[in-house]
């Protein structure tokens, strides 16, 4: 059965981020995911992640000016100094939350630029070393065009041959269902060729990203096919509810119950 881990940057907005944690773990979730909590501080985060007895599944490193549109530093050329920042903050926060994988974004480049791709290259590399000496993951993610113009890191095949090519041990692949679905469709066999790479997944109904099981594909299918190829880390659940968050979980009650 997959581990589920409730997004609480995208669940539970019906209270305040810091309120999240014990609604999630009031109606069942043991683990959470968020994209970024640098607005409050490392020991606040882990604090709410030990009271609410909740595992921290994955979070973003920082991304860079968010509400100007940034979308993380990996592959932006003059911002290398700002990127290895930025890895020493997000290790800070792992250290007290005792997170065991970060998404490293890669920000708005494109993948025709060579520069771009050897500056991406160095910049997981150096994550990658950083990261290992605390064994905590480095994941990537490769994000929809759509939701995400411009975005450098938008296939799934250039992702898979990235990780290949630095060989580093902690470097794994953010498979989004979602995002998969939309960048090249084929998500099961995708599943199946890259699960010696995966490190995370995620999941939410496609088009319109809302609850599973509410859309174009048949979601129970992937999560139990999951189980089938040995997956034993968390399924994140990076959707938007409908409506109320709570009264949206019915779809996980419907899969556990098959």
């Known amino acids: 059965m997959p581990q589920f881990a409730a997004n609480l940057t995208m669940m539970f907005n019906e209270v305040a981020f810091l309120e999240r944690f014990a609604a999630a773990a009031m109606v069942g979730f043991t683990a959470v995911e968020f994209l970024f909590p640098y607005d409050h501080t490392p020991e606040v985060i882990g604090e709410r992640l030990r009271e609410n007895g909740l595992t921290p599944a994955l979070f973003n490193m920082p991304p860079g000016n968010w509400q100007a549109g940034e979308r993380g530093l990996a592959a932006l050329d003059g911002r290398q100094n700002e990127f290895r920042a930025s890895v020493d903050v997000a290790l800070r926060y792992a250290r007290s939350t005792g997170v065991r994988r970060l998404h490293v974004m890669s920000g708005l480049a494109s993948r025709k630029d060579a520069a771009a791709v050897a500056i991406y290259r160095n910049s997981l590399t150096y994550a990658c070393d950083q990261a290992g000496a605390d064994g905590i993951d480095i994941v990537i993610e490769p994000i929809n ?18 990780i290949s090519a630095l060989d580093r041990p902690n470097l794994k692949l953010q498979f989004d269902i979602y995002h998969r679905q939309i960048i090249h469709g084929d998500v099961l066999t ?17 088009p319109l990203r809302n609850e599973p099981a509410t859309g174009e594909l048949d979601d129970f299918r992937l999560l139990r096919e999951l189980d089938i190829l040995g997956y034993k880390g968390f399924v994140g659940c990076e959707y938007r509810p409908v409506g109320n968050t709570v009264a949206g979980l019915g779809w996980m009650d419907a899969f556990r119950s098959q």
């Open 145 to 162: 065009p759509r939701d995400m113009p411009g975005y450098f890191l938008n296939d799934f095949d250039f992702a898979a041959d990235t």
């Open 190 to 206: 995708a599943l199946r060729r890259l699960m010696p790479i995966i490190g995370h997944v995620q999941i939410a109904s496609v």
